[in-house]
């Protein structure tokens, strides 16, 4: 992860400017890499249970299949979440309008004129701006371009970007 935090900052600069000028920050490749790392040990597991055809021994009981059960649940949705949120997550931001999608590819929009508070969640590792109207989107930290972002962002509200510049790594 160390490693991930790194290669983000160093690229903390390189946005990519779409034809209309808007610049957009986008993920590192490393979340599709553990997202389908997460998706092999998925199938693993479930090859290794039709194998071992998925039965019961003598004298036990389906109650003992509850956990593995959660357990390959959660590696499901871990493969699904995380390779969407690297191939979704984006933040597209422009003078007037900055636009978040999440891993779901759904879009907010908050104008920088309606902007009125911003935080740094530590535990999520996420940027969180508001608007007035109580729309809040959610940025992820390890974004190519989050430097040209901040600067932006000084531009627009400076009183506000000292609250997501003070980012610690942990």
């Given at each position: 992860?160390?490693?991930?935090?790194?290669?983000?900052?160093?690229?903390?600069?390189?946005?990519?400017?779409?034809?209309?000028?808007?610049?957009?920050?986008?993920?590192?490749?490393?979340?599709?890499?553990?997202?389908?790392?997460?998706?092999?040990?998925?199938l693993f597991f479930v090859g290794l249970g039709f194998y071992d055809s998925w039965e019961l021994a003598p004298g036990e009981t389906w109650t003992l299949y509850i956990f593995p059960a959660i357990m390959l649940l959660a590696l499901l949705y871990g493969f699904i979440y995380i390779t969407f949120y690297y191939y979704n997550h984006r933040v597209i931001y422009n003078s007037e309008t900055v636009t978040a999608y999440d891993a779901w590819g759904r879009a907010k929009s908050i104008r920088w004129t309606d902007l009125k508070d911003a935080e740094f969640?530590?535990?999520?590792?996420?940027?969180?701006?508001?608007?007035?109207?109580?729309?809040?989107?959610?940025?992820?930290?390890y974004l190519y371009g989050l430097d040209d972002f901040t600067q932006g962002f000084a531009t627009h509200h400076p009183y506000l970007v000292q609250r997501i510049l003070d980012r610690p790594l942990f």
């Open positions: 992860m160390s490693w991930v935090i790194n290669v983000a900052r160093a690229k903390g600069s390189s946005t990519l400017v779409l034809e209309n000028g808007d610049r957009v920050l986008k993920n590192h490749i490393f979340f599709a890499i553990l997202g389908y790392l997460i998706g092999f040990i998925f969640n530590v535990v999520m590792q996420e940027i969180r701006p508001y608007s007035k109207q109580g729309c809040r989107i959610v940025m992820g930290r």
